[in-house]
């Protein structure tokens, strides 16, 4: 039973443009939401996260938005450039369970120039 | 070091022989963390440790799989009898303060392939 989903395995985006990578989730005990990246040949490198207590959190080009009662989050990435091009995971935390980390099984963003 | 460290980068190996995956965390990261990715899946959690001791070990898929870490640093992923269901890229990363404060560094990885 997946915990957190990523329902699009792939999102394709022109350069310029929005990327919007969508994550669903079913444990109403996650309490802090996190947003990786990973390049081929490379272990995932931390992007962007957000705390139950807030609905959104910004970084530059990177915005990650939570819906709390829809147990949703999503990351939006404007304007999108090629080298965002990457597997994106998201991965979601419980309080108490030791800082260990669920993921999804990620999209694969690519970006056309 | 500066970054997570994993050795080897990749492995072959035959089915039914043990193999042994290293990772060396950032110095006074005290938690550590395995994770795989199989084909297509997401990262699936194996074993956690904080310090020496593996207060979760839910992970880890048969007892064919076991790990170890000593020192507060060095940890060891030991797989015995390899399956071709093991084939895996195996990921290790290390942290402060759990999944907060940004979460974790991850190392590159091995790959595994089990023939």
């Known amino acids: 039973d997946q915990q957190v989903k990523q329902n699009s395995p792939s999102l394709s985006v022109q350069e310029g443009r929005i990327s919007i990578l969508n994550c669903d989730y079913t444990?109403?005990?996650?309490?802090?939401f996190l947003w990786y990246k990973k390049y081929p040949a490379e272990g995932p490198t931390f992007l962007i996260s957000?705390?139950?207590?807030?609905d959104k959190n910004e970084d530059g080009r990177f915005t990650v938005f939570l819906n709390k009662s829809a147990k949703h989050l999503s990351l939006h990435i404007v304007p999108s450039q090629p080298g965002d091009s990457a597997v994106y995971f998201c991965?979601?935390?419980?309080?108490?369970?030791?800082?260990?980390?669920?993921f999804g099984k990620g999209t694969k963003l690519s970006v056309k120039p | 070091g500066a970054g997570v460290s994993q050795s080897p980068s990749n492995k072959v190996t035959e089915k039914g022989k043990d193999v042994e995956l290293r990772c060396d965390p950032i110095?006074?990261?005290?938690?550590l963390y395995w994770y795989r990715q199989s084909l297509g899946q997401g990262l699936e959690f194996l074993i956690y440790?904080?310090?020496?001791?593996?207060?979760?070990k839910s992970g880890l898929p048969s007892d064919r799989f076991s790990a170890e870490r000593t020192g507060g640093s060095v940890s060891t992923l030991t797989i015995q009898r390899t399956q071709q269901e093991d084939s895996a890229v195996y990921l290790c990363?290390?942290?402060?303060f759990g999944a907060g404060m940004g979460g974790y560094t991850f190392g590159s990885g091995t790959r595994l392939t089990v023939v």
């Open positions: 440790f904080q310090g020496n001791s593996a207060p979760d």
């Open positions: 991965a979601a935390s419980a309080r108490g369970s030791q800082g260990n980390l669920i």
């Open positions: 957000i705390s139950s207590i807030k």
């Open positions: 990363a290390s942290s402060l």
């Open positions: 110095s006074g990261h005290t938690a």
């Open positions: 444990n109403s005990m996650f309490d802090y």
